[in-house]
């Protein structure tokens, strides 16, 4: 193809492919244990609340790692780094399944969450160093397509396989990938399609005040709403569709499959919403997204027809989707000139997860103290605070993806 004759074309696609494909075994691990939640409570003694409490330690370690890998990653290479992470991972996830105590499972499962988080900061780095600024760009989407991609792969291996093989089948993925990166950033090096710090901070840029004269505050609020759902609320979507909705745990998996396959298109056509109708304007598709997802969920509470439900539900979460793609692969790209794209995503993803983490053990308890018909009603008010963080209406510099 003649496209592939550009030596920039050829690296970002090559870059691009192996940190999407990393990033995508990420969110595989980390939606394994939603998928296979409801099999668990009917077929062990594990409970509800226990669960909870091993996806939200695995949520706070996740997002402190984000925090200290951020930093690591400025001075380890990338390639040790990713291939570590991925490879440790894979480990703790082998030990879940086997473990004769809880808090040998729980700690194994931390665990897990906080090697994970070594490979997101890191392979930014990399691609934003090594590629053209609009080539980054679309490796940025491409990060947020491989993240919707893990669900629907995690929902397809619970469906053929038991719980504890589903770990298992986790741990050896992770695993074969560490490995396969190593090589992969091996050859990368040896080619010059990898080189190392290329680009260095500028000190005289960097400051708290640029970055809120950025909307750092505004968009601190978008990061924490939009995390609690692409992270909690997907995260019980199987134990709702299986309690509230009355579906089987195998339909319930196969459900939440699709949900999340269609969900991964969400990225394109939310840019071309920003782009070609919004026309680049932040606080407009912002506004937009937020106000679809608090309607749709308000829907979900007066609608009982398990079909319409599940419909809403897609609909919310696609939505809520909207606001998350302008924050990670618009929004921190625009912040070049500040020179805190790496310490802003970081601080961003952090507030995500640490929300998300809170958020997960609140709703495993509201579960069992107001339902799930009044939970929904808190997942609108939640996106109801976004359509108000979306006013008023003042225009936003962000970087366009062309």
């Known amino acids: 193809m003649q496209l592939f004759k550009d030596t920039e074309v050829r690296k970002a696609f ?3 492919a192996i940190c999407t494909i990393s990033y995508m075994a990420i969110y595989f691990a980390r939606n394994i244990l939603g998928v296979i939640t409801p099999e668990m409570i009917e077929t062990t003694g594990f409970t509800i609340e226990f669960i909870g409490t091993l996806s939200t330690s695995c949520m706070i370690f996740y997002a402190v790692g984000q925090l200290i890998n951020g930093l690591a990653g400025d001075i380890i290479n990338a390639k040790y780094m990713v291939s570590g992470g991925l490879f440790l991972a894979g480990i703790c996830n082998f030990i ?3 473990s004769s105590s809880s808090m040998v499972m729980l700690a194994a499962y931390s665990m897990s969450g906080f090697f994970l988080s070594m490979i997101y900061a890191p392979i930014t780095k990399v691609v934003a160093e090594n590629t053209l600024p609009e080539y980054a ?14 669900a629907p792969a995690a929902s397809i291996a619970s469906i053929f396989f038991n719980w504890k093989n ?4 986790c741990s050896l993925v992770l695993m074969l990938m560490g490995i396969s990166c190593f090589i992969v950033f091996t050859i990368f090096e040896k080619n010059d399609i990898i080189q190392y710090n290329r680009v260095k901070k500028d000190k005289t840029k960097g400051s708290v005040k640029v970055l809120i004269q950025n909307s750092i505050i505004k ?5 924490v709403l939009t995390g609690i759902v692409r992270t909690s609320v997907v995260f ?7 309690q509230y909705l009355g579906f089987s ?10 949900i999340t396959l269609m969900k991964s298109a969400s990225p394109f056509y939310n840019v071309f919403i920003y782009e070609r109708i919004l026309k680049r304007n932040m606080n407009a598709m912002l506004l937009l997204m937020f106000s679809l997802s608090a ?7 007066v609608m009982h027809n398990p079909i319409l439900n599940t419909l809403f539900l897609l609909l919310a979460l696609v939505s809520s989707a909207g606001a998350s793609t302008m924050l990670f692969s618009v929004y921190c790209p625009s912040l070049s000139h500040t020179g805190m794209v790496s310490s802003a995503t970081g601080f961003l993803d952090f507030m995500s997860y640490v929300a998300a983490a809170t958020a997960n053990q609140l709703f495993a308890n509201a579960v069992s103290d107001i339902g799930w018909g009044n939970l929904i009603l808190v997942w609108a008010a939640l996106m109801l605070v976004g359509v108000i963080a979306s006013l008023p209406f003042k225009k936003t510099k962000t970087l366009s993806v062309k």
Not at 137 to 150: E, H, I, M, Q
Not at 219 to 223: A, E, H, R
């Open 166 to 169: 589903v770990f298992i089948l």
């Open 249 to 258: 745990s195998t339909a319930a998996a196969a459900i939440f499959t699709a």
């Open 219 to 223: 968009f601190t609020i978008v990061s």
């Open 14 to 16: 090559y870059l691009g």
């Open 295 to 301: 309607v749709c969920f308000a829907l979900m509470f």
């Open 96 to 98: 879940v399944p086997f």
């Open 236 to 242: 019980w979507i199987p134990t709702y569709l299986s």
């Open 137 to 150: 760009v679309r490796c940025c989407l491409g990060y947020t397509v491989a993240s919707f991609l893990g």
